[in-house]
Nanobody, 123 residues
Framework: QVQLVESGGGLVQAGGSLRLSCAASGRTFGWYVMAWFRQGPGKEREFVAHISWSNSTYYADSVKGRFTISRDNAKNTVYLQMNSLKPEDTAVYYC?????????????????WGQGTQVAVSS
């Protein structure tokens, strides 16, 4: 069982930056693949970024070059550094984890989810 708690959301102006954190419980954090998803108002949940246990990373085209996912296994934490934020990045951001996630970026492939943290970007 893995429990995930996100933090770091808030209100920021367009062009600004935020860093989201996701703290995970469990001693086997390093064995899990981790991901960030987001869900904007009236939209479906969409993939943002994924990091494997070997630190391979994948990004949605909409955030590539602006967002960076990383993990610190010693702290059981995964991060999402978000730069050059745009109003369309406004959403609730969710952290997700799975033992394998054979389908990277597909929500149903991730077993564990956090409660989400709100990010709002003003124009």
């Amino acid at each position: 069982q893995v429990q995930l708690v996100e933090s770091g959301g808030g209100l920021v102006q367009a062009g600004g930056s935020l860093r989201l954190s996701c703290a995970a419980s469990g001693r086997t954090f390093g064995w899990y693949v981790m991901a960030w998803f987001r869900q904007g108002p009236g939209k479906e949940r969409e993939f943002v970024a994924h990091i494997s246990w070997s630190n391979s990373t994948y990004y949605a085209d909409s955030v590539k070059g602006r967002f960076t996912i990383s993990r610190d296994n010693a702290k059981n934490t995964v991060y999402l550094q978000m730069n050059s934020l745009k109003p369309e990045d406004t959403a609730v951001y969710y952290c997700a984890a799975d033992a394998s996630a054979v389908r990277v970026g597909v929500p149903s492939a991730y077993e564990y989810w956090g409660q989400g943290t709100q990010v709002a970007v003003s124009s």
